[in-house]
């Protein structure tokens, strides 16, 4: 691993990244943020279904362990509150499926724990909820944590900032969303995407497979106002743009396109004079429709888009493709 390459003041990555790209060293990471920081221990506890809790008085008691060794296996994480409750987590990434483990840390909770959590944080989105015996078993996925810790109250917190972008780095093409929407109306930022192939926006984290821009009424635009265009999302960096230089060998992971990857780097340059930190969506040519996709009324918009776009809005492909009028 190359930790600076010459012609750059500092390393880009962090401690997290020294740990690898394994399932232990997701699992290691993970543990180090909710041992570090009271607010991502309380947000994730609420995320369990565990809330109102006095956080400041509660984290001071709480005991956290990182594989633990007992008769019946080893556990990834471990949280113990002293007769309230008792959480075990495994942590998977890619296709490591959660099999025996659902019933082989049952004999591992303590009796006297009020509340009993097994919680599973794989790859895969799962809405399973069960009980085994007294002890509650919980399904997340990656994307949920990302999305708990991806919030204004966490933006100035390096941790944070750093996990993230250890996630994002790391398991990119295993933590995906699928089609981010995002509301376009700033003539230079619809010039990148259209001429550059590039989406840039302030820090964000998450790899969605597509971007589709939502051009407003403001922009004027000759295709009219809605989404126009869907892209195929072919890398993401968090990156300060006069870096880019120092990121040619991702650039070159994302595609074998020279013709591509010069197109991005010469859409950077309208960023130069930014000094922070900022996410960029490396974009592959557009499909377009013939006729814009449309938002509806707000009350109707639970799985599409209604009035303001929110941060970080994605929808299932199953739901895009019921709002293109025409598909050719």
Not at 198 to 212: C, Q
Not at 234 to 243: F, R
Request: proline content about 3%; charged content about 25%.
């Amino acid at each position: 691993m190359i930790l600076k390459i010459a012609g750059n003041n500092q390393t880009n990555l962090s401690y997290f990244d020294l740990l690898g790209d394994d399932e232990n060293a997701l699992s290691k990471a993970f543990t180090y943020v909710l041992a570090k920081d009271s607010q991502a221990y309380s947000e994730f506890l609420k995320l369990l279904g565990i809330k109102y809790l006095n956080i400041t008085n509660h984290y001071p008691t709480v005991k956290i362990d990182i594989q633990k060794k007992r008769k019946e296996g080893i556990t990834d994480i471990e949280l113990f509150s002293e007769g309230y409750y008792q959480i075990i987590i495994e942590c998977k990434i890619d296709n490591n499926k959660v099999k025996q483990q659902r019933k082989q840390y049952i004999p591992c909770f303590d009796s006297n724990a009020k509340r009993k959590i097994l919680c599973f944080i794989t790859q895969e989105r799962e809405n399973n909820l069960s009980i085994e015996s007294d002890v509650k078993v919980i399904y997340l996925s990656w994307i949920d944590i990302v999305n708990v810790f991806d919030q204004k109250s966490f933006n100035q917190k390096k941790l944070i900032s750093d996990f993230l972008t250890f996630i994002q780095r790391s398991y990119r093409i295993k933590m995906v969303r699928e089609i981010l929407i995002q509301d376009l109306s700033e003539s230079i930022e619809i010039e990148k995407f259209i001429d550059y192939n590039l989406y840039g926006r302030d820090e964000t984290y998450g790899n969605p497979l597509y971007f589709a821009p939502y051009f407003t009424q403001k922009s004027n635009r000759i295709e009219g106002e809605g989404i126009s265009y869907l892209s195929k999302i072919l890398g993401v960096l968090t990156i300060i743009p006069s870096e880019i230089t120092c990121f040619e060998e991702e650039l070159t992971s994302f595609t074998d396109d020279n013709d591509l990857i010069s197109n991005w780097i010469t859409g950077l340059k309208f960023d130069k004079k930014i000094k922070a930190k900022k996410t960029y969506f490396f974009l592959d040519k557009p499909f377009k429709f013939k006729t814009p996709l449309q938002k509806v009324l707000v009350q109707e918009s639970k799985n599409w888009i209604g009035g303001l776009i929110p941060k970080n809005r994605c929808v299932t492909f199953e739901e895009f493709i019921k709002h293109i009028p025409e598909l050719l």
